[in-house]
């Protein structure tokens, strides 16, 4: 995900990319890329995230030490690293989401909807996925879940 926020980002005129943070450093960039997010020497505007969870919480502390403001699109997290990213919004501002894509967020909104209107049925989600998906249920199921249940509470 982050080779294609970085495609968006080359391919428009409003952004730049101030610095990357990846494990690996595994091509030449027209800015410079750190193996660890404290190293980091530039303030961006905001830090966008799509690593692992406890990469993210690293991400999180430091952007809070550094006053940035950040997007979290990494899932998985425990509800012990949910409530220390919960504390960090409370000193920077954090978007965070289980899917960035706009058609999931649309069928969010749809979802919803439709618990509203079924308030008498089991809605059960199923998904499938590759043998090495990370995160079970994904981002994306909970994220589902999540909006049917705030709409029926």
Avoid: W
């Amino acid at each position: 995900m982050g080779q294609e926020v970085l495609k968006q980002v080359q391919a428009s005129n409003d952004f730049s990319v101030t610095c990357g943070v990846d494990v690996s450093v595994l091509k030449n960039n027209d800015f410079p890329v750190y193996t660890n997010i404290h190293d980091v020497r530039e303030h961006p505007d905001v830090i966008i995230d799509f690593s692992a969870p406890v990469s993210s919480i690293e991400v999180l502390k430091f952007a809070a030490s550094s006053h940035i403001p950040s997007v979290i699109a990494t899932t998985g997290f425990s509800n012990e690293q949910l409530n220390i990213i919960k504390n960090y919004s409370k000193e920077v501002p954090i978007f965070r989401s289980a899917n960035m894509s706009y058609e999931t967020n649309i069928m969010s909104n749809i979802v919803a909807k439709l618990a509203t209107l079924l308030k008498d049925s089991d809605i059960e989600i199923v998904e499938t996925h590759h043998h090495n998906k990370v995160d079970s249920p994904s981002g994306t199921a909970l994220l589902l879940a999540d909006s049917i249940n705030n709409a029926i509470r």
